[in-house]
C-alpha cells in the first residue's frame, strides 16, 4: 500500500500534465485551421461554440457522475480528451477539425474531479497550503504549454506532433490515475437530474432576461455602454493578437506562443495583484479617479500595442494593458451600484459571455483582406469610444 504522500504528488503531477495539455494546444487551433483553408468567420464560430460548451461542460461531465462515481468520470474525461487529439491528429478537413476539438471542450473538467479526489487524500490541516500549490501548477501548465507548443508548431507536421504529444500526455495521466486509491463514496453512482439542469439554465436566461427588462436601459445605457464596449474591444484584440503582431513584426508560431504565455502569466497575476491593490490601497481613492487613470492606461496602452512597430514596446506595453483590465473589471459592480439600478450589476457575467461570443462572429463576418488593419481599428475604436462616454457622461454621475 502507497504512502497518501505518493498518492498526493501523483494527483498533483496529473492536475499539472493536464493543464500542460490545454496549455500546448488551445493557442494553435486558430493558426491551424487557417492553414487547412478555413476561414475567420469559421474560427469566429468556433470560438463562440467553445465559450458555450465551457459553461456546460461541469453538468455534461456531472452526467458521468451517475455511470460510476468520480474517478471513473475522471478515466471518461480522459478517454474523450485522447479520442478528440487523435481525430485532430488525423485529419484535415476544418468540420471534423473544430468538431474535434469542441468534444473536448465539452468535457474538459478533469482538472476539478481530480482536485476533489486530492482533498480527499490531503490532511485537512494542510488545504489552504495545497490549494494555493494546485492553482500554481495548473497556472503552469497554462503559462509554458503555448510556449512549448509555438516551438513544435513551427517544424514540419508540427500541429499532429502536437495532437499526438497531447494525447500520449493525457494517456500517462489515466496510467497516474489507476495508482490513486479511492472512497467508497467516490466510486459510487450519483444522482444526476437532467430536468433540474435544464430547469436551472432556463431560470438563468429567465432572470437575465428579467434584469434587462429591469435595468432602464434608456437612461442607464452610457453605464452599459461602458462595459460593453471596453470589454468587446479587449475581446477583439486579445483573441486576434496573432494577426496584429504577424502585421507588425511578421512574427511566427514559436513567437505567438510566447506571447500567449506572456499573457497568461500576466492575466494570473494581475487578477492577484489587483485585488490586493483595490483592497489595501485604493480603498480611500474616489472611483470615478481610479476608473478615469485606469481607463486612460488602457486605451494608451492597446493603442501603442495595435500601432507600434517596437517589439519591446509591445510586450512592455501588455503589462498595463493586462493589469489595467482586471483592474477595471473588478470595478464593474462599484459602477453600476451607483447607477441606483442593482439590475446592472447581476447582468456584468453575461455581458462579459456575450461579447465573448458576439466580437469573433461579427469579425469573421466583416473582415475580408483587411484582418490585421480592422483588428487593431476595432479594437483602439472601441475602447475610445468607451473613455469618452465614460469622460462625458457616465464620469459626471459617479462619486
Request: hydrophobic letters at 50%.
Amino acid at each position: 500500500m502507497e504512502e497518501p504522500e505518493v498518492h498526493i504528488f501523483t494527483l498533483k503531477s496529473i492536475i499539472f500534465l493536464d493543464s500542460l495539455c490545454f496549455g500546448l494546444m488551445y493557442s494553435h487551433i486558430a493558426p491551424h485551421l487557417i492553414d487547412i483553408s478555413g476561414t475567420q468567420l469559421g474560427i469566429g464560430i468556433f470560438n463562440a461554440f467553445n465559450i458555450l460548451l465551457s459553461l456546460v461542460s461541469k453538468d455534461i461531465t456531472r452526467s458521468f457522475l451517475s455511470i460510476k462515481g468520480k474517478k471513473f468520470a475522471t478515466y471518461m474525461i480522459f478517454m474523450i480528451s485522447i479520442m478528440s487529439h487523435l481525430f485532430v491528429s488525423m485529419t484535415y478537413s476544418v468540420t471534423f477539425t473544430i468538431f474535434s476539438r469542441l468534444l473536448f471542450t465539452a468535457v474538459n473538467e478533469a482538472n476539478r474531479f481530480c482536485k476533489d479526489l486530492f482533498f480527499k487524500i490531503a490532511p485537512d490541516s494542510t488545504h489552504e497550503q495545497e490549494k494555493m500549490i494546485l492553482d500554481i501548477l495548473s497556472s503552469l501548465g497554462y503559462i509554458i504549454g503555448p510556449s512549448i507548443g509555438g516551438y513544435i508548431f513551427t517544424v514540419p507536421g508540427g500541429f499532429t506532433i502536437l495532437a499526438l504529444l497531447t494525447a500520449g500526455i493525457t494517456f500517462a495521466n489515466v496510467l497516474l490515475l489507476l495508482r490513486i486509491p479511492v472512497m467508497n463514496e467516490d466510486n459510487k453512482p450519483q444522482a444526476f437530474d437532467e430536468q433540474e439542469v435544464i430547469e436551472r439554465y432556463k431560470t438563468v436566461i429567465d432572470k437575465n432576461i428579467e434584469d434587462v427588462k429591469n435595468s432602464n436601459w434608456k437612461v442607464t445605457w452610457p453605464f452599459l455602454a461602458v462595459q460593453i464596449l471596453v470589454t468587446c474591444g479587449w475581446t477583439m484584440f486579445f483573441s486576434k493578437f496573432t494577426q496584429v503582431m504577424h502585421s507588425n513584426f511578421n512574427s511566427g508560431s514559436s513567437t505567438f506562443g510566447n506571447a500567449a504565455s506572456y499573457k497568461n502569466l500576466l492575466l494570473f497575476g494581475s487578477v492577484t495583484l489587483s485585488t490586493d491593490l483595490k483592497s489595501k490601497y485604493l480603498n480611500d481613492v474616489p472611483l470615478v479617479s481610479t476608473l478615469d487613470c485606469s481607463l486612460i492606461i488602457n486605451f494608451c496602452a492597446i493603442c501603442g500595442m495595435c500601432y507600434s512597430q517596437s517589439f519591446l514596446a509591445y510586450w512592455v506595453l501588455c503589462i498595463p494593458l493586462v493589469f489595467t483590465k482586471s483592474l477595471i473589471n473588478s470595478y464593474w459592480p462599484d459602477m453600476h451600484s451607483q447607477s441606483e439600478n442593482s439590475a446592472l450589476v447581476n447582468l456584468i457575467p453575461a455581458i462579459n459571455i456575450a461579447s465573448g461570443i458576439i466580437m469573433p462572429i461579427f469579425f469573421g463576418i466583416v473582415c475580408t483582406h483587411l484582418c490585421p488593419n480592422l483588428v487593431k481599428f476595432v479594437s483602439v475604436s472601441l475602447v475610445l469610444a468607451a473613455f469618452l462616454i465614460f469622460t462625458f457622461i457616465v464620469k459626471p454621475n459617479l462619486k
